[in-house]
């Protein structure tokens, strides 16, 4: 669905962008049949609606030390934890994502350590707000 302030070539443009942000306005206009400038306006203006929020890049946290990669299932342990526990999430450099969630659990997280031993420490902490339930990352399939 398409509004005037969103249509079919800025569609594309976001796509294009999804698959790879170093792409230059020029490139992408090449392939969208605009010129580099009214690519670069465009972009500009999905940045404004917030239809694009940011730019980001894939890594390979292995190869920085990061090897174990676990998702936690966050139980806590009274309402009054949850300020609390957003703010040990928010500031604890291992978690790379915070969900707050329905059905089974009250948060779930994905989080990133060096080690065992690491991860240990993490949930040791963890224990300050409630329970938790973890599993392990094997490998990434998509």
């Not at 203006?45 to 239809?51: F, G, H, K």
């Not at 080690?115 to 973890?134: H, I, M, P, S, T």
Request: glycine share 8%; with cysteine.
């Amino acid at each position: 669905m398409t509004t005037p302030l969103f249509d079919d070539t800025d569609y594309r443009i976001l796509q294009l962008l999804i698959a790879d942000s170093t792409r230059s306005h020029k490139e992408i206009g090449e392939l969208v049949h605009l010129t580099g400038q009214a690519v670069g306006a465009r972009i500009r203006r999905m940045r404004e609606l917030e239809i694009i929020e940011g730019y980001t890049i894939r890594w390979n946290p292995r190869k920085t030390g990061q090897h174990i990669h676990a998702f936690v299932t966050v139980f806590l342990s009274s309402n009054t934890s949850h300020a609390p526990f957003q703010r040990f999430a928010q500031e604890h450099s291992g978690v790379i994502e915070l969900h707050r969630v329905s059905g089974e659990g009250c948060y779930w997280m994905r989080v990133r350590t060096g080690n065992q031993e690491e991860l240990n420490a993490f949930l040791d902490e963890l224990l300050q707000f409630g329970n938790y339930r973890v599993n392990l990352g094997m490998a990434q399939l998509k």
